[in-house]
């Protein structure tokens, strides 16, 4: 029996369960914004699968991308429909009513959802300062339980097995309606807030959302990097004049606001410590500071004395005279808790074994820390020397570095790589989208 999975993702939950999920059943993984320019959808597999975010559970909670994918939708009344939703808050309480639309907008074109799960994973959602309650985010938690979760529906599918509890699941709904309805108006009022309405505004749900991103616009902040542009999934961002511009047709996934490199790090903890190394004239600081992060500039003595020239020090801006080597600047860095290092023109002109013993270095006295930096193939060296002679002989060294920090056993993760030279969508974990 034929199976493809449908998914859509912001932040990358989603895909990570669909693409599991489709590895786990030999499914063929699709993705909803790449098929979403056919006018209709039709598909010779037996079985579907749909694994999308919760958006506003209580509201509505689907993504209005996969709506209008069910809606295009056709001949699905003998298929076995399956639908797994990912949700940040309790798995329950927001995958009971996002389900039970989901269910409804399937029944509208035919067909029937069979089995219906959700699964909690880390909420995307940067602002829920609405949510009266704690929420629980302790991540190796939650995904050891999505593993075994994942386990358990491979198994009820393959079977095509129908959900249990449905009419459980049904009177839980019903009994909830009261704190669903209190909730509408929450969710209202925060997306009339987001995309720039009056209170008064007569517009729906549906009309809202596409306008959300009226409170995503990039600032003076920005260095123009476009991977916001890139992890769009609907193509709602475009450069313009070396800056991002949101086009209002918006999914209010998150993915450009999450994926922004350093904007990211610093919204989770807005008093980390960034510690730019090999700052040379670099002005970073200026375009991202919150007014509350710590940032430090290192490099060379000579360098540091030039920039002086240039560019001051403040109370949350200070220079370190030093090599990246000399591992006494690491007793200058008090945070120890969130810290980052960005390294940028620097590796290339060490060797891989130096490399490996730095990050070694790093990660025992600052664990938990998150480094950025570049680094470049045999094949971008040899472009590289023949544009601007040999810049350095040892550089080479560098061919293997990435899967050589992958192979270190001191702990440090290698979460993902983005290629300079190629498209985005052969870069390796950032939740770029087919489109
Ligand atoms: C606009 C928006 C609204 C959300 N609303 C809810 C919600 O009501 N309940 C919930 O549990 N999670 C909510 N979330 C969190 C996401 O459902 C959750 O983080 C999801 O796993 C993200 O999936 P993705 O990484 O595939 O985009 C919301 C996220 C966004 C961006
Ligand atoms: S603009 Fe941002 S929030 Fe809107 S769909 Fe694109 S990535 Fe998601
Ligand atoms: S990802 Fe952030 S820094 Fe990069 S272009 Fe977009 S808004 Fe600017």
Known sequence: MSMEIYYFSGTGNSLAVA????????????????????QSIKTDADNIGIVFPSYMAHLYGIPLI????????????????????????????NGLPTLKNLGKIIKSK??????????????????????????????????????NKIEVICQCITNRKK???????????????????????????????????????????????????KSINADEKCNGCATC????????????????VWQHHCEMCLA????????????????????NIGCGLDTTFDRIDNGKITWIDLDLPDVISLRKKYIHETSRRHFISKSIFDKSWFAEIKNREHVMFMIAGVLYFFNENDIKSLFSDFHSTF??????????????????????????????ALVSITSSLKRLTIGISFVSGIRFCSSFAACNELPVPEK
């Open 110 to 147: 035919g067909g029937k959802l069979s089995a219906e799960y959700s699964i909690k994973l880390p909420m995307n959602n940067l602002d829920y300062s609405h949510i009266p309650f704690p929420i629980d985010q302790n991540q190796e938690t939650m995904f050891k339980n999505c593993k």
């Open 367 to 396: 664990p938990g820390v998150e480094i950025i930096f570049d680094y470049c193939s045999n094949k971008g060296i040899g472009i590289a020397t023949k544009r601007i002679g040999n810049i350095n002989p040892t550089v080479s």
């Open 66 to 93: 996969v709506e209008r994918f069910i809606k295009k939708m056709e001949d699905i009344g003998s298929k076995y429909i399956f639908a797994v939703c990912t949700c940040g808050g309790l798995e329950n309480f």
């Open 256 to 275: 450009c606001v999450e994926w922004c490199p350093i904007k990211a790090f610093i919204n989770f903890y807005p008093e980390a410590t960034i510690v």
């Open 19 to 38: 693409r599991d999920i489709a590895e786990k059943t030999k499914g063929t993984l699709i993705s909803i914004p790449a098929v979403m320019d056919k």
């Open 163 to 213: 959900s249990k509890y449905k009419i459980v699941k049904s009177l839980l709904n019903w009994l909830m309606t009261p704190m669903y309805l209190m909730l509408h108006k929450v969710y209202l009022t925060e997306l009339k807030e987001k995309s720039k309405e009056t209170k008064d505004t007569k517009l729906k749900y549906y009309e809202l959302m596409p306008l959300t991103d």
């Open 229 to 244: 542009v890139n992890v769009c999934p609907v193509q709602n961002i475009k450069m313009i004049e070396n800056k991002p």
